[in-house]
């Protein structure tokens, strides 16, 4: 039996999203603390993507836009932690943006990006990339 439901599913809303810095895709493990009621509460996630100022992830829990977490962060050197606000929060992820950080934290984000942008520039070469570095100079 074919039931047509187009006239109940709402219109999707067009939106332009504009990142101040661009995302790096990195999965790695996270070690979240929430601030509930009853106390810390620690869960655990994996992380989508990462950038200077957030990061997306797939966390165990409903999490609650403004919420205020504590991420950690397993990287190559050190483990980091920072707070971070939950920005949006659905069954199939999470993003958050950092608060700002301690320069340690701040120089282990920007060294781990580093590294992911190398391996993304040889992954997926930016054609344009050499006439951009000629037309900003």
């Known amino acids: 039996m074919h039931v047509d439901s187009r006239a109940m599913l709402?219109?999707?809303?067009?939106y332009h999203v504009r990142?101040?810095?661009p995302r790096y895709v990195s999965s790695m493990q996270v070690t979240l603390q929430r601030f509930l009621?009853?106390?810390?509460?620690v869960t655990r996630g994996v992380s989508l993507d990462i950038s200077a100022r957030g990061m997306s992830a797939l966390i165990c829990g409903a999490l609650r836009v403004g919420e205020t977490v504590v991420i950690a962060l397993p990287l190559p050197d050190?483990?980091?932690?920072m707070l971070a606000t939950v920005r949006h929060s659905t069954d199939a992820n999470s993003g958050f943006e950092f608060y700002p950080m301690s320069s340690i934290a701040q120089k282990g984000i920007q060294d781990w990006i580093q590294e992911l942008q190398k391996h993304d520039e040889k992954l997926f070469p930016y054609p344009y990339a050499l006439a951009a570095k000629v037309g900003s100079g």
């Open 10 to 14: 709402p219109r999707s809303r067009h």
């Open 19 to 21: 990142r101040r810095e």
């Open 37 to 41: 009621r009853f106390g810390p509460f």
């Open 78 to 81: 050190a483990t980091i932690e």
